[in-house]
């Protein structure tokens, strides 16, 4: 219950921060598609990306990339949390500091014994995501995903933010189970 009531904040401080037109009548859900669209974008893969968040409000897309010093460890705030305005036209614009506040930043603590860092979502803490390096010195982040240690690749949220509050029908996360390397999915519901 915490966690969806931690949703509803990230999509209402969304809601008071977007600059996109929101229609003012309640779309018909049963149109609308119960995962990932086909024709969303996905973030190009680079060294240091990590995992995104998309909706389906529209396709702008946050992406969290690691941050690493030049010796290649984590710089003292390890993620780089951002949009990628894919709804216009593809550029990266800043998180402001609702957003970073209340739903899309997140909170780091240094395990000292080897360098990486326990993350959680600012809008959702109920899972602690590990944030280190792969056995190739890549920054992965890890997660427990339908009982399976996993590498998370996206989160999806599905939404209505047509109403005076956003509601949330579920959040799927989606990453690969790092033993057997098959995608492995769980769906939280409200």
Do not use: C
Not at 1 to 27: D, G, H, N, Y
Not at 165 to 174: G, I, Q, Y
């Amino acid at each position: 219950m915490i966690r969806l009531a931690i949703i509803f904040f990230v999509l209402l401080a969304l809601r008071a921060t977007s600059t996109e037109a929101q229609s003012s009548t309640s779309p018909n859900l049963s149109s609308l598609p119960d995962g990932r669209p086909e024709d969303y974008k996905t973030p190009p893969k680079t060294k240091n990306r990590l995992f995104f968040i998309q909706r389906n409000l529209n396709q702008n897309t946050i992406v969290y990339d690691a941050k690493l010093n030049a010796d290649g460890s984590f710089q003292s705030e390890p993620i780089d949390a951002y949009w990628l305005r894919y709804g216009s036209n593809g550029e990266r614009k800043e998180l402001t500091w609702l957003q970073r506040t209340f739903a899309y930043g997140y909170n780091a603590r240094k395990d000292k014994k080897d360098g990486s860092y326990w993350i959680t979502l600012t809008a959702w803490n109920g899972r602690k995501i590990h944030l280190h390096k792969d056995k190739n010195g890549n920054p992965i982040a890890t997660v427990t995903i339908d009982g399976k240690y996993a590498q998370l690749d996206y989160i999806w949220v599905f939404a209505d933010n047509s109403g005076t509050w956003p509601k949330v029908f579920h959040v799927d996360l989606h990453g690969h189970d790092l033993l057997t390397g098959k995608p492995v999915f769980e769906r939280i519901k409200n």
